[in-house]
């Protein structure tokens, strides 16, 4: 997380900046995710997951006619963009087993280290974020040994976490995870590609890499020919007013980050601003699937 965000992050609310996350309250949150295959692909290899964490009682047998299904409040909030890729629809098995493993992760091992503090080896969710996505990587692996004709199928992975007014986001490939806040658009992740990687190390400038040849090269996925994931992290507050948007460069590949900003700041409902977006994709040529998860967060 760059010093700009840590900064926005507090700047303006001195009276909040000591006061512990758990004594403030909730944030609401409206979300809403769309996906389109795009005008020049024939199948969608992209997928995305938006889900609540809670408690909840599931009733086996009653002797009541109704019983009432007993939910706790939610604990966190999960949000997911995958971009497949492979041929003979391996990259779409390659999102959804990469999403569906990030979702048992989450039942299974997070609800058990939510509440823990951070330490010296780290922020406990992070590391398990970190090993959901080394899972999901082993995962897609795995069954990629056993089809032969799903050899070096792999996806993106770009997710955020929300709990306790916290956002935590784990990331791997050139999907994307932006955050709009005070009218001001923060890219919160690195694209993961051979010619972002160029740009990183001055052998590129910026302008160079938009019509590059290898630009579409992607150097860390979930899943694929090399063994290990490398996953980047972030850790940061929300604020009531802010907006998250996670989304796969069939979006960014057409659309500018001043468009993006444009729709996200001028469209206040989620399903709105999703439709605005994916439209917008496609009217400048839709060249690939486009997927777009937007959250928005109230006092």
Not at 57 to 82: C, D, I, K, N
């Amino acid at each position: 997380m760059s010093d700009t965000i840590d900064q926005a992050a507090t700047a303006g609310h001195p009276s909040v900046a000591n006061v512990p996350l758990e004594a403030r309250r909730p944030l609401r949150l409206r979300a809403h995710g769309q996906t389109d295959t795009g005008r020049k692909r024939t199948s969608n290899e992209d997928q995305f997951l938006i889900a609540v964490l809670s408690r909840a009682l599931r009733v086996l047998q009653t002797s009541m006619e109704q019983p009432e299904v007993q939910l706790g409040a939610p604990e966190g909030y999960l949000f997911v963009v995958a971009d497949g890729v492979g041929g003979h629809a391996a990259g779409e098995k390659a999102s959804e087993m990469a999403v569906n493993s990030i979702g048992k992760f989450v039942v299974d091992t997070l609800k058990w280290c939510s509440h823990l503090r951070p330490t010296a080896a780290g922020d406990p969710i992070l590391l398990e974020f970190q090993k959901a996505l080394s899972q999901a990587n082993d995962k897609v692996i795995d069954e990629a040994d056993k089809h032969p004709e799903w050899h070096g199928m792999a996806t993106t992975m770009t997710l955020g976490y929300f709990g306790h007014r916290e956002l935590f986001v784990a990331h791997v490939g050139d999907s994307r995870c932006y955050l709009l806040r005070n009218g001001l658009l923060y890219r919160l992740t690195r694209d993961h590609t051979f010619v972002a990687e160029m740009v990183r190390r001055g052998v590129l400038k910026p302008e160079e890499a938009v019509n590059h040849a290898y630009r579409h090269v992607v150097t860390n996925v979930v899943g694929g020919d090399d063994p290990g994931v490398q996953v980047e992290m972030h850790k940061m507050a929300l604020e009531g007013g802010d907006c998250l948007m996670l989304c796969s460069d069939g979006l960014t590949e057409m659309v500018s980050d001043e468009d993006i900003l444009n729709i996200l700041g001028g469209t206040p409902h989620t399903s709105e601003a999703c439709d605005q977006l994916v439209k917008r994709a496609n009217e400048k040529g839709g060249k690939d699937n486009v997927t777009v998860v937007v959250a928005r967060f109230d006092e």
